[in-house]
Each structure stands twice: as C-alpha cells, then as structure tokens.
C-alpha cells in the first residue's frame, strides 16, 4: 500500500524542464486527489538536524510541569509556548481528549495588521528559558531552522499543485504569502499499565483545518528512554485515503515514508479552495499496544492568510462545489471558530465577530 503513493522530488517542480514537471505534477494529482498525501524527496530538510532539534525538545518537556506551565498560555489559545495533555481535542462532536503535549512555535515573519485584527493566532513566539541539561537558545535556532525549512518546502509543493490544476504557479504562495503558519513539536506520552489496550488515543482521527501539513517523520521512545522502532504494527500514525466504489471509507495507510523522504497531506483549506478536487486528509496517531512507549513527532501547518476567502476558486465551481462549500468564509473567521470547536479557544471568542454595537446600544440606553 505504502509503495502505491507517489513520491514528488521537489527539484523536478523547480526544473524549469516541461518533461519533469510534467512527471512531479501528473503524480502530485494523483497523490492528492486519490490519496491526500505525498511523499516528497529532495526537500532540503536535515535528518541529523530533526534528530538533534527532538533530543532538544526532550530537554524541555522533562522540565517541571511548573517551569512548563510558564508557558502555556490559555490567553493566545496555546497558539504558541506549550499546550498541556489533555487539552486539544481533534474533533468536535464527542471528541476525547489528545494524550499528548506539544509546542508551537511561529517561524515566519507575521503580518502586523493581521496581527492587530487576529492576536491568538498571530502572537509573538514564547520561548523557554536555560534550565540543567537544556539550551533554550540552542531549542529556538533549531526550531526556526526547521520551521524555515519545512515552511520552503511547502511553498515550492505549492507551486507543483497549482501546476497540476492549471493554475497560475503562484496563486497558492499568494494565498498563503504572510499567513499564521505554525510550526508544532508533539509529545505523545507514555500510557501506564491501565491505559494500555483501552480508547485512549495518541490523536483522535481528524482532518487538519489549514492549507497544507508537512510532516518530517516522528521517533518511537522505549520505556527506557532510548529510541526505537514501531513498537507493533497498529501504532503510531495512519491516514486514511479518499473514498472510492470499492472502498466506500477509503483504506487507511501507514504513515511510514520511502528512505529520506517526508510527507505532506492535503488541509481543509486547500479542500475548499479546489473545490474538493484536492481532499483533506484524515489522519489518526494510535498509541502503541504495550505501555510505557512515547514518541515525538513534528508538523509545520501552512495557512492562508486570514484575509483569504474560503470558496472554491473559478475553475472548481461545479454545482457539486458550490453546494458543499458555501457560503464563503474568512480564513481568519474559520481558523478562530476551529480553535473555538477543539477546546483550544473559549466558546465566547465567537462573539468577536460583528455585533459590537448590541452592547455600546445597550451602553447609551442605560
Ligand atoms: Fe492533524
């Protein structure tokens, strides 16, 4: 199954040959309009350098729950610093908690009037502290650089996908040009002896609410902290492919890459903007069968910019579409009401949108 997914060199995409970009786009249509995802090579990100920013990040997460709590930071949504286990919920209805702690981090330049209009998801980055046996200036250079990194190699993925629709090479970079991109450092924690072989999950299957996800590949921790393989063939993470007639929920494929490649998978947004030709990807990450394993893993979200209409785009407006996208929505409104839907902003934060004269009214008349 794992074999049947294309893989896309970047490099083929930045050619400038007819021939290979013909080859990366006709499989990048494949990849995202059967699968939702792919697998990419030559995207310019370092395994050593993702294996010393998780040994980093390890460094943080076994500080005191207290010198974590520093930063975690309910006022901007946990949309950077750390987010505790038990926060995030992948899905709304009747979604169960992430067993899981994670960190978020912005590595791109943020548009400042988005920034006045949209604090949370456009917040300065929040960074720990030097504590024993961690470098927390060492953690932000590796962080950004990874986060720079994974951020380039989406934006060149995005130029191959417009390609492949027939589009303008630049219309997705444009779209995402000064967005909320995230880049996120996951923990999935260690069940006990209880938890083991019972409902909780790693992460509940959901699909991702922005443009695209580039995912560099996770690492498995035994019980005695030393890194390991997939502890049994169930665990870790699966995303499940489009449906077809003769797979009426799709199939659902370990998300395990070709010798140095990373995946990316298809968000919400870019959904709605093709008009469902692209489809957003669902994706699960199962803890393992026996207890005592954790694993780290990084994903580095790329957004449209909260300004952005979200409706199919002129050539993906069928009657089908139209009908199943609308009515039209701001990124930025659709971001908010998804962290409202996730347990990540408060239900109230809704409120924001319009409806600022009901209570200055109210004010006058009293
Ligand atoms: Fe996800």
Redesign the pocket.
């Known amino acids: 199954m794992q074999n049947e997914i294309p893989v896309v060199d970047l490099e083929d995409i930045a050619s400038g040959d007819p021939g290979r970009i013909e080859e990366a786009t006709t499989a990048l249509r494949t990849a995202f309009g059967e699968y939702g995802l792919v697998y990419i090579r030559n995207h310019s990100i370092d395994f050593h350098h993702l294996e010393s920013f998780y040994d980093s990040f390890l460094g943080f997460t076994t500080q005191p729950i207290e010198t974590k709590a520093e930063l975690s930071l309910d006022n901007i949504w946990y949309q950077r610093g750390w987010t505790p286990p038990n926060t995030e919920r992948?899905v709304i209805a009747g979604g169960q908690p992430d067993f899981k702690e994670c960190f978020f981090v912005a590595p791109e330049p943020l548009d400042p009037l988005a920034k006045a209009q949209y604090p949370a998801i456009y917040a300065d980055n929040y960074w720990p502290k030097d504590a024993p046996g961690f470098d927390a200036s060492d953690f932000q250079a590796r962080y950004l650089a990874l986060g720079h990194a994974l951020h380039a190699a989406g934006i060149q993925l995005l130029r191959g996908c417009a390609i492949a629709l027939g589009l303008d090479p630049y219309v997705f970079e444009s779209i995402v040009h000064g967005g909320p991109h995230v880049t996120r450092a996951l923990r999935y924690l260690p069940l006990s002896e209880a938890q083991a072989n019972t409902d909780i999950l790693w992460?509940e299957e959901?699909?991702?609410f922005n443009l695209l996800?580039l995912l560099p590949g996770g690492r498995f921790f035994a019980p005695n902290g030393e890194k390991c393989g997939r502890p049994d063939d169930d665990c870790g993470l699966y995303l499940r492919t489009r449906q077809t007639p003769e797979h009426p929920q799709g199939r659902m494929v370990r998300g395990s890459t070709p010798t140095g490649c990373i995946v990316a998978?298809v968000g919400q947004q870019l959904e709605i903007l093709t008009g469902g030709t692209f489809q957003a990807t669902p994706?699960i990450?199962r803890p393992p069968k026996t207890a005592g394993y954790s694993r780290t893993a990084v994903?580095h979200f790329v957004h449209a910019h909260s300004h952005q209409t979200l409706f199919p785009m002129t050539p993906f407006r069928t009657p089908k579409a139209l009908s199943a996208y609308s009515p039209p929505v701001l990124a930025g409104t659709y971001s908010t009401k998804t962290l409202v839907d996730i347990g990540l902003a408060p239900p109230e934060t809704m409120n924001v949108f319009g409806f600022h004269h009901y209570e200055r009214l109210e004010q006058q008349r009293s």
């Open positions: 992948a992460g959901h699909t991702d996800t998978q994706h990450v994903a």
